[in-house]
Structures are given as structure tokens and as C-alpha cells.
């Protein structure tokens, strides 16, 4: 095969797989659990008295 022939076959793959990622990420609700959206805005307590004894 040609090489300019490769190069054009590569930059059309490129371009499939961005409209690909592009489709998959949009949709947000088919990647990311509810649950992790209610954890991002909680407020995380750290517990700095923990001296059980053992590394954490």
C-alpha cells in the first residue's frame, strides 16, 4: 500500500473515533452512577482522632 494511502485511512480512523468519543461521553447518565453525583457536593468528615493503632 501506498504510504499516502495509510495516512489518509489513519485520519479517517482519527475522525471516526472522535464523533465515537464525542456520541459516548455526551451522554453522561450511561457512565456516571447517581451516586457518585450525591458524593461530589457531601462534604467529607475526617475523623482526626483516629489513633486506634493501626496504619491506615
Do not use: C
Not at 450525591?38 to 486506634?52: G, L, W, Y
Request: no cysteine; glycine share 2%.
Amino acid at each position: 500500500m501506498k504510504k499516502d494511502n495509510l495516512k489518509r485511512i489513519i485520519k479517517q480512523f482519527e475522525t471516526l473515533l472522535e464523533e465515537l468519543k464525542s456520541e459516548v461521553y455526551s451522554d453522561k447518565e450511561s457512565y456516571v452512577h447517581p451516586w457518585d453525583e450525591h458524593m461530589k457536593n457531601t462534604p467529607r468528615i475526617i475523623n482526626a482522632e483516629d489513633d486506634d493503632g493501626y496504619a491506615d
